[in-house]
């Protein structure tokens, strides 16, 4: 490809296989693509190696598939094309959404690490993977019941604060006194405070002192 514009590589890495294809960077002209079926597939019975079962949800994947379909696709793209990889200027990949790889802080995949390959929690967590819809369940319904106290809360402080600018506006005094007297008649007649505002706001009920 000397002397011709350059090419680039894009490679798609979906639910089931790599996808490659080469691309003319000064047409956009397509030049030959690839694709790649992981060995392992989706991971979604049993671990690769080992005989344990795995639970109902679970959508494992092993990295290392990844890495060769990577070189695959791209050594029959090239192969394909006759392109010269040294005209290749550039590679860009992409994944499914919300595919997760735990790593070592140096970048090392867990599952790679002999004494943590039988932990199904060490492999790649595919974006189908719903083994954890119990726990996100429970987040839902616990931020439902935190949103309904926040609102039960927000309503609660506004009509505290209108009965506090009644009572300060109708007897010309501080709002901080404002707020003892309605304290102090929530705790002598055994009433919450925000009923007292509520009363205070309604009218149906003043604290001149």
């Keep these: 490809m000397s002397g011709t514009p350059k090419a680039t590589v894009g490679v798609d890495f979906g639910t089931e296989s790599a996808r490659a294809i080469l691309v003319d960077v000064g047409t956009g002209r397509e030049l030959g693509t690839a694709v790649k079926r ?119 402080r506004v009509i505290i604060e209108q009965a506090k600018g009644f009572l300060a506006a109708r007897h010309d005094i501080e709002p901080d006194e404002a707020f003892e007297r309605l304290r102090r008649y929530s705790r002598n007649h055994h009433l919450v405070i925000h009923e007292v505002a509520r009363q205070v706001v309604a009218r149906e009920l003043d604290l001149p002192g």
Excluded at 121 to 149: C, F, G, M, Y
């Design 38 to 156: 992981y060995a392992s597939g989706v991971i979604d019975q049993h671990l690769p190696g080992h005989g344990a079962t795995l639970a109902p949800d679970w959508a494992l994947q092993d990295p290392d598939d990844y890495l060769d379909a990577l070189g695959s696709t791209v050594r029959d793209v090239l192969a394909e094309t006759g392109i010269d990889p040294s005209d290749v200027i550039g590679i860009g990949i992409d994944f499914t959404a919300c595919t997760m790889l735990p790593v070592t802080k140096d970048g090392t995949p867990l599952c790679r690490i002999p004494e943590l390959r039988a932990d199904p929690h060490s492999w790649v967590k595919l974006w189908k993977h719903h083994a954890a819809q119990p726990e996100a369940d429970l987040i839902n319904e616990t931020a439902e019941t935190r949103v309904a106290q926040l609102n039960t809360a927000l309503r609660t």
